[in-house]
Every structure is written in structure tokens, then in C-alpha cells.
């Protein structure tokens, strides 16, 4: 998840600095960026729903859990992922090239999915496999999260860790949820505030992108609880550093030593 977070927030960073630096850009290298883009986007719900299923098969089956969340059957799905974030996205690409003139391809564009898949029956079908793919990932999240309470409480086991990280699952694909509205509500306030389009969309673009994978590795790295630890000795030591600034000696903090100490 996290490499493919890196992807979308490359591709999408450097699609937005070229719409800012030239506006229009080349349409095939629109195309190859937009669908990169658009592979990550779709991978990051069905990455969520993998990690709830992998935490519901170690709550509920222990005992199979090594049997079946092998490494070679990680792997698979990675790949299975990559397949299904490719299905809504690769079969537009060849209907585009089968109904646009190879002229397309040579004319600049301002880059966003919808300029480069402009057809009708493009849009469509993207917001319908955009319903599909959330309800089915909401689905899983919800059917998972229910079954590791009521085996939790069955047994009468402490499974708070698991149900804590399928409602980060769920808080995390709430925020990618933005993904699939964000089209409409910046259509929406750019026709209303025409003279504020450039601000409309970096603030989209903060909502959309940025926002929603930034909950990852803070939260993540937060419940770590060796990374926990150090940031906590660490931001003591900034913390005691700032008040003690203009203290004369012999009162004298020394973080190195303390961090050393850690290890």
C-alpha cells in the first residue's frame, strides 16, 4: 500500500505541476500519466479490503493464518490488485484509440482523466465502477470488522488491535472516497466561481490526493511502538530543548545521550 501510494502521489504531483507550469500538455503523455494514475487510485480501496480480510483470517482462523496468508499467496493478490485496477481503465484506452483520429494523440490538452476519455459512455462507466468497487470494498470492510467482534466476544479475547486498524480502513477509504466526488464538486464550484478555477483545483487536488494517504503513514507509524517510542524521546528532548533555550548552565540537557540510550 505504501508503494502505491508513492506511485499516485507521483504521478499526481507531477501531473498538477505541469498543468501549473504549461496548462496543456502533449495528449499521449497525458494518457500514459492518467492511467498510471488511475491504476493506483483503484488499487488503494482493494488494498484496504485486502489488509481486513488478512487480519479477519488471523483473528478467526489462527490456525490457518500461516497456511493461508503465505508469502507466495501475497504476492498473488498484489498481482490480482494490479488486474482488477486495470480493468476499469485499459479497455477505455482501446476504444479511444479505435474512435479518435491519431491526430488526438499529437494535440495538447489540459490533463485530467476526463479530457483524455472524453467519450459519453466513458463517464459512465467509470462512475458505475466506481460504485461497484466501493460497495464491494464497504462490503468486505463491514463483513469483516462484524465477524472479529463477534468472534472476539465469543471467546472472550481482546481483539481491540484488529477492530481499531478495519476502522482505520474504513476512515481511510471514507477519505478516498473524495477520489470519485472530486470531479463533480470542482465542476460544481468552478461554475460557480469561474475566477477562482486555479484555487479550486489545488484545493481538490489536496482533498483528493493528498489528504487521504497522508492518514497512512502517520497512523501507522504511530502505532508502532518502537517508532512510537523514539518520537516520543525525541520530541521531549525538542520540547525541553525550546524551554531551556537561554538558560544559563549548569542545567544542560543532553538528547544524544538519552537517544543513545534507546538502543
Not at 5 to 26: P, S
Not at 61 to 90: D, E, K, M
Not at 162 to 179: E, K, P, V
Request: proline share 5%.
Amino acid at each position: 500500500m505504501v508503494i502505491n501510494d508513492m506511485i499516485q502521489l507521483t504521478t499526481a504531483v507531477l501531473i498538477n505541476v505541469l498543468a501549473y507550469m504549461f496548462y496543456t500538455i502533449n495528449v499521449s503523455l497525458c494518457c500514459f500519466l492518467v492511467l498510471i494514475a488511475s491504476f493506483a487510485t483503484f488499487n488503494t480501496p482493494l488494498n484496504l479490503a485486502g489488509m481486513a480480510v488478512e487480519r479477519y483470517i488471523a483473528i478467526c482462523n489462527p490456525l490457518q493464518h500461516a497456511l493461508i496468508c503465505t508469502v507466495r499467496r501475497t504476492y498473488v493478490l498484489i498481482g490480482l490488485i494490479w488486474a482488477f485496477s486495470a480493468i476499469p481503465i485499459v479497455p477505455d484506452l482501446f476504444v479511444l484509440l479505435a474512435n479518435v483520429p491519431l491526430s488526438f494523440f499529437y494535440s495538447n490538452i489540459f490533463c485530467s482523466r476526463d479530457t483524455v476519455f472524453h467519450l459519453p459512455y466513458m463517464v459512465e462507466k467509470k462512475n458505475i465502477t466506481h460504485l461497484v468497487y466501493l460497495c464491494f470494498v464497504w462490503l468486505t470492510l463491514f463483513y469483516t470488522y462484524f465477524r472479529i467482534m463477534f468472534a472476539a466476544k465469543a471467546t472472550g479475547a481482546d481483539a481491540r488491535k484488529a477492530r481499531n486498524t478495519i476502522l482505520l480502513h474504513g476512515l481511510q477509504l471514507f477519505l478516498c472516497m473524495f477520489t470519485y466526488i472530486g470531479p463533480l464538486v470542482e465542476s460544481v464550484f468552478t461554475g460557480l466561481f469561474p475566477k477562482f478555477v486555479n484555487d479550486i483545483r489545488f484545493t481538490s487536488y489536496i482533498f483528493v490526493h493528498i489528504l487521504p494517504r497522508l492518514i497512512s503513514p502517520i497512523v501507522y507509524g504511530l502505532r508502532d511502538q518502537m517508532f512510537c517510542g523514539y518520537f516520543k524521546k525525541h520530541l521531549v528532548c525538542v520540547i525541553q530543548k525550546q524551554r531551556n533555550i537561554g538558560k544559563t548552565p549548569p542545567f544542560k540537557l543532553n538528547c544524544h545521550t538519552r537517544s543513545a540510550s534507546l538502543s
